[in-house]
């Protein structure tokens, strides 16, 4: 389905990111995975999409730092010319009471989601060609809000208002901007969360259980395929059913 494409996919050494470069390849694009420290857990991701026959390479950068953004693009654009999708999906979460939180649990995490969304975006535009795909990773939580998490829902839920603007600029050159909102996510991310709580969100969720990386991934694939050619400024609930 992507046989051809180049997909920059940010904070795809793991979890969410890892699984969308490898459902990528799978469909024939060539990946560049973005990491922020970890730089052996891109490369084992670069070897990943390199085995499905497809060409990889990783480029450091924290997306919360313009300069490292800048460097990033411009080192993408000297390997491949264009960059045909574009996945934001670097993200950090800080939760914590509004009460309790410091100020810089709160511009951390708007800085690396949100900020880093623009970023990223507006530097890459310039290689994104007609018939290009964004994808912007959000959260059901930009859309229902949740307890201690007001930074993280704030983020997510200026990515929701970053995608529909944008999806309105670009849509004269045929490139698509859409958002994927998932549930939990059984990634890392929610290790520290108790059994009980675990158990809780799958008696909440209509398909008692929590999404895996791949149900991300797989709409990922879709969004990015020529199949969502008329989708636009959408937002896709990937949650099992939580959000309603």
């Given at each position: ?7 920059l ?47 990889a390479?990783i ?8 300069e490292e ?15 045909d ?7 950090i ?6 009460k309790n939180?410091?100020?810089d649990e ?10 880093g ?5 507006k ?7 007609e ?14 809000g949740?307890?201690?998490?007001c930074n993280?829902?704030?983020?997510k ?11 309105k ?11 994927i909102a ?14 009980l ?14 999404a895996?990386?791949?149900?991300i ?16 400024g ?7 059913g939580?959000?309603?």
């Amino acid at each position: 389905m992507l046989k051809g494409k180049t997909a920059l996919i940010t904070g795809s050494s793991r979890g969410i990111g890892e699984a969308i470069a490898i459902e990528f390849a799978k469909n024939k694009a060539d990946v560049i995975v973005n990491y922020y420290k970890d730089k052996d857990e891109a490369q084992k991701v670069a070897d990943k999409v390199k085995g499905l026959g497809v060409k990889a390479i990783i480029v450091q950068a924290d997306v919360s730092k313009v300069e490292e953004v800048e460097r990033m693009i411009q080192s993408i654009k000297k390997e491949f010319k264009k960059v045909d999708i574009l996945v934001n999906n670097a993200g950090i979460i800080r939760d914590r009471t509004l009460k309790n939180m410091s100020v810089d649990e709160w511009h951390s995490v708007i800085n690396t989601n949100l900020n880093g969304t623009f970023y990223v975006t507006k530097f890459a535009l310039p290689l994104i060609p007609e018939g290009g795909r964004i994808i912007n990773i959000s959260s059901i939580i930009g859309q229902r809000g949740n307890f201690g998490q007001c930074n993280y829902a704030a983020s997510k839920a200026g990515i929701i208002g970053f995608t529909k603007s944008l999806a309105k600029e670009l849509g004269k050159k045929k490139i698509t901007v859409n958002a994927i909102a998932p549930g939990v996510v059984d990634t890392s991310i929610i290790k520290d969360i108790s059994l009980l709580k675990k158990k809780m969100i799958k008696y909440m969720t209509p398909l008692k259980e929590l999404a895996q990386p791949e149900d991300i991934a797989n709409t990922a694939v879709f969004l990015a395929s020529g199949k969502s050619r008329y989708i636009t400024g959408a937002v896709v609930n990937v949650d099992g059913g939580l959000a309603f």
